[in-house]
């Protein structure tokens, strides 16, 4: 049971290049979560889905992107990274909405 | 703007000692009370939570939380430290109304044990 995946690791970019952070689970969980964790500053949701179609903002969407086009896939897009989404980034799903359970391992992104 | 509070961003203990991590939260309707542990290198696992009835809640590894609502209030606690409970502890909160998705979580308390 993989639980969810996130894919890649670590990458770093250019300022202005875009990426998609991938976000797999097979628990078939309908809620789903992306966060940002920043040195001291704990987790920051940054959009959520509460099933195939359904998305809507967090606490500091801008500059991001989302899409759950199936129950298993939830991509985060940066179209024009900037140094301040220099961070690490969290995908996680649940079986209740609210109460992110299951955390895949985080990509650590570098913005230069 | 909803907030949860963790009072300290480092603790160091000795193993064998009581550990109490704060927890405030800034919200005044009703939640729901989460407790997340990172192992160094490793993912958020859920600790405990709690959603209602007995405030006191127990979770793995020994834990346990209460809450005291006329604080808002969810302080985690250990009555004896091992030194594989080093880790970030973050508390979490869920109001649990209209936009009852979006979960907040504290900065975090790094607890260092020493063997």
């Known amino acids: 049971n993989a639980g969810v995946t996130q894919t890649p690791k670590f990458r770093i970019l250019k300022i202005g290049q875009s990426m998609t952070l991938q976000c797999t689970q097979d628990m078939n969980h309908n809620y789903m979560y992306w966060y940002r964790q920043d040195p001291g500053m704990g987790l920051k949701l940054i959009y959520y889905?509460?099933?195939?179609?359904?998305?809507d903002k967090g606490e500091v969407p801008n500059g991001y992107n989302v899409s759950r086009s199936t129950t298993e896939d939830f991509p985060l897009r940066l179209e024009l990274a900037a140094p301040s989404q220099t961070s690490v980034y969290f995908c996680?799903?649940?079986?209740?909405?609210?109460?992110?359970?299951?955390f895949g391992d985080g990509t650590r992104l570098s913005i230069l | 703007a909803q907030s949860v509070s963790q009072h300290n961003h480092h603790v160091i203990l000795s193993e064998a000692a009581s550990l109490e991590l704060g927890c405030n939260y800034s919200?005044?309707?009703?939640?729901?009370l989460f407790w997340y542990v990172q192992y160094p290198g490793q993912h958020l696992q859920l600790l405990l939570k709690y959603f209602s009835g007995d405030p006191l809640v127990k979770g793995i590894k020994g834990f346990e939380a209460e809450f005291i609502k006329s604080k808002f209030s969810f302080n985690l606690r250990k009555p004896s430290v091992q030194w594989s409970d080093t880790a970030e502890y973050f508390c979490?909160?869920?109001?649990?109304?209209?936009?009852?998705?979006?979960?907040?979580f504290g900065a975090g308390t790094r607890l260092f044990v020493k063997a």
């Open positions: 996680a799903s649940s079986l209740e909405g609210g109460q992110p359970q299951h």
């Open positions: 889905s509460v099933g195939a179609g359904i998305t």
């Open positions: 919200y005044g309707g009703t939640v729901n």
């Open positions: 979490a909160v869920n109001p649990t109304g209209a936009g009852g998705f979006k979960t907040i």
